[in-house]
């Protein structure tokens, strides 16, 4: 059995891949200090065999041993998860606030995690030898000037706007982890992910779908910023947990064209914000009208991942279209509504 550690593993991306690892069979110790996250995401999870729950904050150091042996007595299933670090297989590291509302809310907090938490983590994955899988973003391209972005794309991102605490944490995170690859042999693998929606999204992280969701369901007006003309790539949650398995059971052959174990993850279907808020108008057959709000500074204005690099190598891209998948997550939104009510 694999031992499989997933930082953030209480946010919406990380408790679906808790998920995940769990119907593969894997134990997976779930690592979050609730900041964003929440515990309601991976309820279904406590009374499992193979899940333990650690409350901690990866920018303090991750003795996961003394972490394990803390929860001792209310591990279920000690025979397969002694508190030793050797015993582990796999480090996801996803902790990280991610919607622009929570990170610009966070900038310091955000800015640690990206350095000292994946230092952290990768410290473990080397005294453990696992292999670590960096939860990174579309935003290391920023405000991109090349559009589809490919991963041999720099990227165009403001050091000093609004946007940086995000951006540069997830560009140190890349950098170390590729520190680590080169120096220390660590198998590390990237996934620049790109704009995801599914069930688990905050109501209130101020992102597009939720706002547009909320906001139709409840009948009221749909704030577009700007005149809408920016462009987002929208991949439905399955998809890209999908994706992220894939890369991390990929089996570099040497004679590939390019070995950077960075992979955009993404749905490259690209639509303006515009149209997606209409799209969202029509999916919810509500009668609200759309009205204009100032676009935030440095918004990237456009959003479209090149994923031939994934498709290759990794034979993956995504099945969910937009459509299906905002008909999917539809419910999901509007049961959030009623228990807000
Ligand atoms: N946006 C919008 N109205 C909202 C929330 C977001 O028009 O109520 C725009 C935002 O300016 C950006 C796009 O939607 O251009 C996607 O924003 P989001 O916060 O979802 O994520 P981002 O891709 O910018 O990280």
Redesign the pocket.
Known sequence: MQISLVTGGAGFLGSHICDRLIEEGHHVICMDNLLTGSKKNIDQLFDHDRFTFLNHDVTETIDLPKLLEDKKDTLKDTKNLTPKTKNLDNIFHFASPA??KDYQEYPIHTLKVGALGTHHALGLAKAANTKFLLASSS?VYGDPQVNPQPEDYWGHVNPVGPRSAYDEAKRYGESITMAYHNKHNIDTRIARIF?TYGSRMRLRD????P??MRQAIKGKPL????D?S?T?SFCFVDDMVEGIISLLTWNPTPNAKDLTPVFNLGNPDEIS?LEFANEVIEITDTASEITH?P??EN??QV?RPDISKAKELLDWSPEVSRRKGLNKVLPYFKEQINKEA
């Open positions: 919607s622009p935003e704009n101020g992102r597009a779908l706002n547009f704030t577009v910023f700007g809408g920016q987002r914000i709000e676009l935030p918004d990237p959003r």
